[in-house]
């Protein structure tokens, strides 16, 4: 079980070192506002435990335990997918032990709306998990 570092904000875990210029991009990405103005409340951390493990084992280190054990209900993670891929897709992870549901991923643009949403719960996970393209990115309503 991995451990999810204590932040005031969702935190934006960085999983992925090769290239530092795509993770500063991403990161710019993900604090530019959206059209209405919104800003995503994230803290970017970086956390070398995760270094070279795949989606699926990342996923598996983080138990749904929300609001028990984490302070937020989702986790977004720049991994090797997001780094290495043209519209670098952000991992999101579900963490709401009330919410069965499968992690997707989205566009980095995308984290501001998701994480807005669910800190204010005017949305679920699950809305936003499905609204997810066939090929499992969210790229907007």
Same mark, same amino acid.
């Given at each position: 079980m991995a451990s999810l570092p204590e932040t005031r904000s969702v935190p934006v875990l960085r999983a992925d070192f090769a290239d530092d210029a795509v993770w500063e991009r991403i990161r710019e990405k993900i604090m530019e506002p959206t059209e209405e103005g919104f800003g995503a409340d994230v803290?970017?951390?970086?956390?070398?435990?995760?270094?070279?493990? *795949?989606?699926m084992a990342i996923v598996a280190?983080? !138990?749904?335990?929300y609001p028990h054990d984490y302070r937020h209900p989702v986790l977004f993670v720049v991994d090797t997918?997001?780094?290495?891929?043209?519209?670098?897709?952000?991992?999101?992870? *579900?963490? *709401? =032990?009330?919410?069965?549901a499968q992690p997707f991923r =989205?566009?980095?643009? !995308?984290? !501001?709306s998701i994480q807005n949403n669910l800190s204010l719960a005017n949305m679920d996970y699950v809305e936003f998990a499905t609204a997810a393209d066939a090929d499992g990115i969210f790229r907007g309503f």
């Open positions: 803290d970017f951390v970086e956390d070398l435990a995760l270094t070279g493990l *795949n989606e280190g983080y !138990q749904r335990s997918i997001a780094t290495s891929t043209p519209e670098h897709p952000v991992l999101v992870v *579900n963490l *709401n =032990a009330g919410v069965d =989205a566009l980095p643009r !995308q984290v !501001q």
